[in-house]
């Protein structure tokens, strides 16, 4: 479990993560599916970029 969760950890950093033009982060949904796990019912939709680096 801890290969995939340092998987899931570098993916993450690598990108700039935002919201789609027109969103604003007050808007989203934040509803829950009920379930054996809490996950969120929409669907979450983010715009990812390549992360620049600051250090030369």
Known sequence: ???VELALASLL???DWRLPE???AEE???REA???TVRRMPNL???ATPHQSRMC
Do not use: C, H, N
Request: glycine share 6%; hydrophobic share 55%; charged share 30%.
């Open 13 to 15: 950093y690598r990108f």
């Open 34 to 36: 009920p379930g054996l």
């Open 45 to 47: 939709l983010v715009i």
């Open 28 to 30: 989203l949904d934040m």
């Open 22 to 24: 027109k969103m604003k």
């Open 1 to 3: 479990m801890a290969e």
